[in-house]
């Protein structure tokens, strides 16, 4: 500020032929840096800036004239001072709400700065103050405040921008790991209930050893049976802190279908790319739709979505279709990329059921599918696959009851 504000201070001209009144451009700049730091005070800006422009032009003076013109500068001094502690005392910088009063008070801000600077310079210079000088004063204060103005909000608009993009990320990235979790909780639940069926398995097998009084055998079986009850419990206590999670609602429970849908194909855009694929989304949305739940839907949508990037080769095309019809929404996936072979359709939705290898030959856990069609089929819907060649593509329908899309209790 107090190198910046001098220079500026002379780009300058004088409006009024034989007057002493100069016009500069020091003032929008020490009105903008005013505005726009957040940690420098004003009074203490006024003062290091006010005693900057007065020795700026005193040294300037000595070096092109040879003399220093201490009387001549001195009074500006005053100018910065009464315009920044009345920024300060009017409290400028929680106005940022209201920009039309910035204006206003940057105007009113810049007329007593030059009254006081005048003044001084009556009592220092013998200048006089005229009315059409005042007239010119105030007409110069008007451009300059609301031109630093404009100049300010154009700034304060972008940053807002940037900063409701950042946070639309990071919303859609919590979004998406908490329909992720729904899915885990499924993984979670038919764990807990495979552990409970294989102890139970367990300890039968334990009283028949037992029977047959094979004690070392059974002893075994009986620890097998305890580890695994362990394991079911372990399993129903995170099931149980993941639902605690779910039930907070600290993120919007319901959303536009065109906001869902918007989540899915930038996180699934960004994750063709990771995979070095380029997947061109088409979006379809028709009727009168409510919010829905957020989460459930997004889970059910993004799992369809992502098997579909995962069929895709290297380029492609996903068509994203929803649609309201009578009391139900109708989502229907389609892609154009490997396909399903015949002798694979009918085991699709079962669980542990994959044709998904990754680079060291390991298994996907083929959960995927079984469990979107176990929670539609909770919400009273239905999943069909409708087309499916190999080579050509997929296309699967949801259908999906309103009611329990926005019935918040079920």
């Not at 030059?114 to 005042?134: A, C, V, W």
């Not at 899915?183 to 009283?207: D, H």
Request: aromatic fraction near 10%; charge should be neutral.
């Amino acid at each position: 500020m107090i190198i910046a504000v001098p220079i500026a201070g002379e780009i300058k001209f004088y409006p009024l032929t034989g007057a002493d009144l100069r016009i500069s451009m020091s003032t929008p700049v020490f009105f903008f840096i005013l505005l726009w730091s957040r940690k420098i005070h004003p009074v203490a800006a006024g003062f290091l800036t006010g005693s900057a422009v007065v020795c700026f032009r005193v040294i300037l003076d000595k070096l092109q004239v040879g003399s220093f013109d201490f009387p001549d500068h001195f009074p500006v001094f005053f100018y910065y001072m009464v315009f920044a502690a009345f920024f300060h005392v009017f409290k400028v910088k929680k106005l940022y709400h209201r920009p039309l009063l910035i204006g206003l008070v940057g105007m009113v801000l810049e007329i007593m700065g030059n009254f006081s600077e005048m003044t001084i310079r009556h009592y220092t210079t013998d200048m006089k103050m005229t009315t059409s000088g005042f007239l010119i004063i105030v007409g110069v204060a008007i451009i300059r405040s609301f031109f630093v103005l404009g100049f300010f909000n154009t700034i304060l608009v972008r940053e807002t921008r940037l900063a409701e993009e950042q946070q639309r990320k990071r919303t859609e990235e919590v979004l998406l790991l908490v329909s992720n979790l729904y899915v885990e909780m499924f993984q979670l639940e038919k764990s807990a209930k495979n552990a409970e069926q294989l102890t139970s398995a367990c300890y039968t097998i334990y009283r028949d050893l037992k029977t047959l009084n094979n004690q070392n055998e059974a002893q075994a079986m009986l620890k097998i049976a305890g580890e695994l009850h362990e394991i079911k419990k372990d399993n129903q206590r995170i099931y149980a802190g993941l639902s605690k999670l779910m039930a907070k609602e600290k993120l919007d429970d319901f959303m536009n279908i065109r906001e869902i849908i918007s989540v899915v194909t930038i996180s699934n855009k960004n994750y063709g790319e990771l995979l070095g694929k380029s997947i061109d989304f088409q979006v379809n949305i028709t009727g009168v739709h409510s919010e829905y739940r957020t989460f459930i839907l997004l889970s059910l949508i993004n799992n369809l979505v992502a098997n579909a990037v995962e069929a895709i080769r290297q380029e492609g095309q996903i068509v994203l279709t929803v649609e309201r019809v009578l009391d139900f929404v109708k989502i229907c996936i389609k892609d154009n990329g490997n396909g399903i072979s015949e002798k694979n359709k009918m085991y699709i939705f079962e669980p542990g059921f994959t044709t998904k290898f990754d680079q060291a030959g390991i298994a996907s856990n083929g959960i995927g599918l079984s469990y979107t069609r176990n929670v539609i089929e909770n919400l009273n819907g239905t999943i069909n696959l409708v087309e499916s060649e190999k080579e050509k593509g997929t296309t699967f329908e949801i259908q999906l009851p309103v009611i329990n899309l926005i019935n918040k209790t079920r």
